[in-house]
């Protein structure tokens, strides 16, 4: 580029980003490494399918799941809206109005999900009660200056029409450094002046029709704030709340008490507080596995590992739904990258769609699958030389199997809600309280074969016969409510019982009206033959005891349950081509949610080829080359030292790695330059290893440093 001047100056240059390189495309990531097939595009956009329509259940979950909370949110809105507009010269009503109506918002501790149901609250506030909607956060707001000054900047965002916002816009800048409530009642009451009613735009269903819609502010992390700030704001907004309608909701993680214990009696007096409670976080996690995981909806799945983890994480971490669902999302990532039959992981015409234009390298992964040879293995001689030779053969069995692997599935998952309906409420729950617990435990195993299992069973058969009716009608709703057919005969041996247990209530009913027309004839006797007739009423039963109906009926249910059990509740491994839906690297997705620092830093640092990927740094174990990184060999160093390290002798053994194989040139720099230059960065490594946490100075000796971590971590 030229440029003609007079003068000497600085001229800039945009760039031009026509001339920018070309982006490598997502989808040719999948043909890197060894994973490289020729269907990886295909698998791809299988998988950016299968995530969009679980993303877009999760969505619509969450929007459900937030409907209760946020209507009766905008109900406390309205009604407190209903309070600043009335005129009453009463002097209930006038202490009233000096109250801030105030939401205490409980989100519970998973904070990391804080920010969704914030925005789609504001959206939701936003579209039924006012325009003026604003979040605060604690870090935005360390004193009453910058809390004022933030409030000012987001409320002029805010404005109704795009007129109001221009001509204000004007005396922000000018007047940013005299925010105050007075000036936010003036410029309230001008907007306020200046709105139509009628606002154009978008429609809204409540606030068009008020001339003074009020001003909400959200603290989304009430916690975090100031005593001070909190309380001069909340003082100074009650006394100008006639004329700058304020309505606050807090965002709670923790417990409402904390509002107590922040503000004292005289300021949180003047708060009207109501308390509002979101969903349980287990709760949330529950639905979701329901809606993802437990379903025929969705072909992926998870094995029993995997699972574990991501559960473990969310329990024993974050209680975060959102981190779960990244987690659900690597895990569908990994499957489609890592499983060249992942082709075949969609919905089930589509999947018959592509056996058929299967290439000979795929039907080889399909014969290598662990699965399928144990199944070609139960075959007849014949149909075995079929399958490994022939590929017409090969291909109509794939599709006959994945039929059966859905309609696997389907009566899992079926007989999975059956059997929690029956073990969620026995004592000390030998399954588990949560459908996912007893989900993992049939994935790992029969789950016929646990101890757990017999004494649920062994429970069962001491179930009352109203808890027995209930869980039964409970089931009978579960089997009718599938759309698929194929455990009718079941539901219909189930409305069986219920009918025999009605059944029992007439009979039982008859023998009550026997026995007592009987007891009216009975003549009077004294205590001893009573007490002898009694004991020999006793010692019949003892001798001949025989069940009751009742009992018959239950234990012909509890078998009946077990049956099915048995029958359609077994481990997925047993099931032929369950790979290419099913994702099992639990050790891949451990290594990436589950950081180990310590050990990465230890890795780096005693083997960096392992990250740089340098063929000069490839070594023999005890070795310290001298290419390797200054940090990498006083690192080796230090782990051959003691409690305490001389300085001196370290630096002296790091002098001699590092000079180790080089060739000394007389005419390039001097030896003192040299030694100089090593000592720099001995110095610049030790600094670092400070830095990283391995060493520390020690008051002991002067010319020595502390060694921090043993064991080679």
């Known amino acids: 580029m030229a440029t003609s001047s007079v003068s000497k100056g600085c001229f800039v240059f945009k760039p031009n980003f026509k001339k920018r390189k070309n982006s490598v495309p997502v989808e040719d990531y999948f043909n890197k490494g060894e994973k490289e097939s020729e269907d990886s595009k295909l698998r791809f956009e299988t998988y950016q399918l299968v995530w969009h329509q679980m993303k877009s259940e999760t969505e619509q979950l969450q929007e459900e799941?937030?409907?209760?909370?946020?209507?009766?949110?905008?109900?406390?809105?309205?009604?407190?809206?209903?309070?600043?507009?009335?005129?009453?010269?009463?002097?209930?009503?006038?202490?009233?109005?000096?109250?801030?109506?105030?939401?205490?918002?409980?989100?519970?501790?998973?904070?990391?999900?804080?920010?969704?149901?914030?925005?789609?609250?504001?959206?939701?506030l936003q579209n039924n009660v006012t325009p003026y909607v604003v979040s605060l956060q604690a870090r935005d707001c360390p004193d009453m200056k910058h809390f004022l000054q933030k409030l000012v900047s987001h409320l002029m965002d805010c404005c109704i029409d795009m007129e109001s916002k221009e001509e204000e816009s004007v005396q922000i800048t000018q007047k940013k450094t005299h925010c105050s409530m007075d000036f936010l009642s003036s410029w309230y009451r001008t907007v306020t002046q200046k709105t139509n009613p009628e606002m154009p735009g978008k429609k809204r269903t409540s606030s068009s029709q008020w001339q003074s819609p009020p001003v909400v502010l959200i603290l989304k992390d009430m916690e975090s704030f100031t005593t001070k700030v909190l309380q001069d704001f909340i003082i100074i907004s009650s006394q100008h709340l006639h004329e700058f309608p304020l309505i606050l909701i807090f965002g709670i993680a923790t417990s409402p008490i904390i509002i107590h214990r922040l503000l004292p009696h005289a300021v949180s007096s003047l708060l009207c507080i109501e308390l509002f409670q979101s969903l349980s976080c287990k709760e949330h996690l529950t639905t979701v596995l329901d809606k993802l995981l437990l379903t025929t909806q969705f072909p992926f799945k998870l094995s029993e590992k995997v699972l574990q983890i991501l559960t473990n994480i969310f329990?024993?971490?974050?209680?975060?739904?959102?981190?779960?669902?990244?987690?659900?999302?690597?895990?569908?990532?990994?499957?489609?990258y890592s499983q060249p039959l992942s082709v075949l992981c969609c919905n089930l015409p589509e999947a018959k769609r592509r056996i058929n234009f299967l290439s000979h390298n795929q039907c080889e992964n399909i014969r290598r699958l662990p699965s399928f040879r144990r199944y070609v293995e139960r075959q007849a001689a014949e149909k075995q030389v079929a399958l490994l030779t022939n590929e017409r053969s090969l291909k109509e069995e794939t599709q006959s199997l994945l039929e059966n692997l859905h309609v696997y599935h389907t009566n899992y998952f079926l007989v999975?809600?059956?059997?929690?309906?029956?073990?969620?409420?026995?004592p000390k729950y030998p399954l588990g309280r949560q459908i996912r617990e007893l989900y993992c435990t049939c994935l790992e195993k029969n789950i016929w074969d646990s101890e757990e299992?017999?004494?649920?069973?062994?429970?069962?058969?001491?179930?009352?016969?109203?808890?027995?009716?209930?869980?039964?009608?409970?089931?009978?709703?579960?089997?009718?409510?599938?759309?698929?057919?194929q455990l009718g005969s079941r539901a219909k041996r189930i409305e069986e019982f219920l009918a025999q247990f009605q059944s029992l209530d007439a009979e039982a009913k008859e023998e009550e009206d026997t026995a007592g027309s009987q007891s009216k004839g009975l003549q009077k006797t004294d205590l001893y033959h009573l007490q002898k007739s009694l004991l020999e009423m006793k010692e019949l039963r003892r001798t001949s005891k025989k069940p009751t109906k009742f009992e018959v009926l239950r234990e012909k249910v509890v078998n009946f349950i077990d049956g099915l059990v048995r029958e359609y509740l077994l481990p997925p491994e047993t099931q032929p081509l369950h790979e290419a839906v099913y994702f099992s690297a639990a050790h891949t997705l451990r290594e990436h949610l589950s950081a180990a620092p310590r050990i990465a830093l230890h890795t780096a640092l005693?083997?960096?080829?392992?990250?740089?990927?340098?063929?000069?740094?490839?070594?023999?174990?005890?070795?310290?080359?001298?290419?390797?990184?200054d940090i990498c060999i006083a690192y080796k160093l230090h782990l051959e030292c003691s409690r305490l390290i001389n300085l001196v002798d370290w630096s002296e053994a790091f002098a001699t790695v590092v000079t180790a194989?080089?060739?000394?040139?007389?005419?390039?720099?001097?030896?003192?330059?040299?030694?100089?230059?090593?000592?720099?960065?001995?110095?610049?490594?030790?600094?670092?290893?400070?830095?990283?946490?391995?060493?520390?100075p020690t008051k002991q000796k002067t010319d020595h440093v502390a060694r921090l971590t043993w064991g080679g971590c």
């Open 606 to 629: 005693n083997n960096p080829y392992y990250y740089l990927k340098n063929e000069a740094l490839k070594s023999e174990e005890g070795c310290i080359p001298n290419v390797a990184p």
């Open 416 to 426: 999975l809600r059956c059997l929690h309906q029956f073990t969620s409420s026995l």
């Open 315 to 336: 329990l024993y971490h974050d209680f975060s739904i959102q981190n779960f669902i990244k987690g659900l999302q690597l895990s569908l990532l990994e499957h489609f």
């Open 453 to 485: 299992y017999s004494s649920a069973l062994q429970l069962l058969r001491m179930l009352a016969k109203d808890e027995l009716m209930t869980i039964l009608q409970k089931c009978f709703n579960i089997f009718t409510s599938s759309s698929e057919k």
């Open 661 to 696: 194989a080089e060739k000394i040139d007389a005419n390039s720099i001097t030896s003192e330059e040299r030694n100089e230059m090593i000592h720099a960065r001995f110095i610049r490594a030790v600094s670092e290893l400070e830095l990283l946490g391995f060493i520390k």
């Open 65 to 124: 799941l937030n409907k209760n909370l946020f209507d009766s949110l905008i109900e406390f809105l309205q009604k407190s809206q209903s309070g600043f507009q009335k005129n009453s010269r009463d002097w209930g009503c006038q202490i009233k109005l000096r109250e801030i109506p105030t939401a205490a918002l409980v989100l519970g501790v998973n904070v990391t999900d804080h920010d969704l149901t914030f925005r789609s609250l504001t959206e939701a």
